[in-house]
Structure formats: C-alpha cells, structure tokens
C-alpha cells in the first residue's frame, strides 16, 4: 500500500488565500480509479495500491492549479510506499491511537 500527503502551494496569487485553487486540485483527482484521498488542513492524504496512480493525481493536481493562471505551483510530497502488509490509513491511525494513553 502507498501513502503520499500531498501539499500544494499556488504562487504569486493575487490573495493570500489558496483555499481556491486547493479545492479545484482535489476536484481533479476525485475521478481516478484506483485512489483514495482525505483531506486535511495541512494537505491531501492519498492512498494507493498503485504508484503510478500517485504520480498521476500529483501530476492532475499541479496542473489543475496551473490552468487557472497560476505560473508557479509548488508541490511537497512525502511517500510511504510498504510491501511487507497491506494497511490502510485508518488501520495506520488505529495503530498508532492504542499506544496514547
């Protein structure tokens, strides 16, 4: 199973806000066989059996923001790829919520 959060960063915006052209990324990937995602405030949980699958909602996503004018989109994405057992982003939380006290 592979785990990415995405993060994208529209530029040069004639506002502060890129809630905008992050909602319109999310709506470019809503679509794709294969992909689930969860959004968060910080970015966009993707996850995937498939890495193809990510690179092309990274790719859908950067270029959703670039066809609305936007000349410069910054992109950060962190990638947990695992073979060892397959685990979901839910199962991933559960794990880590029975160790807090």
Same mark, same amino acid.
Request: hydrophobic share 35%.
């Given at each position: 199973?592979?785990?990415?959060? !995405? %993060?994208?960063? &529209?530029? $040069? =915006?004639?506002? =502060?806000? $890129?809630?905008?052209?992050?909602?319109? $990324?999310? +709506?470019? !990937? +809503?679509?794709?066989?294969?992909?689930?995602?969860?959004?968060? &405030?910080?970015? =966009?949980?993707?996850?995937?059996?498939?890495? /193809?699958?990510?690179?092309? $909602? =990274?790719?859908?996503?950067?270029? %959703?923001? *670039?066809?609305?004018?936007? %000349?410069?989109? +910054?992109?950060?994405?962190?990638? /947990?790829?695992?073979? /060892?057992? *397959?685990?979901?982003?839910?199962?991933?939380? +559960? %794990? !880590?919520?029975?160790?807090?006290?």
């Amino acid at each position: 199973m592979i785990h990415a959060e !995405i %993060s994208i960063y &529209p530029m $040069a =915006t004639k506002t =502060t806000s $890129a809630s905008f052209y992050i909602a319109k $990324a999310i +709506e470019s !990937i +809503e679509n794709i066989e294969n992909l689930k995602y969860e959004i968060n &405030p910080m970015g =966009t949980i993707l996850e995937s059996e498939n890495m /193809d699958v990510i690179n092309i $909602a =990274t790719k859908q996503m950067t270029e %959703s923001v *670039h066809n609305l004018g936007i %000349s410069r989109v +910054e992109v950060v994405i962190k990638i /947990d790829s695992r073979k /060892d057992k *397959h685990q979901t982003g839910k199962e991933k939380l +559960e %794990s !880590i919520k029975k160790h807090l006290n």
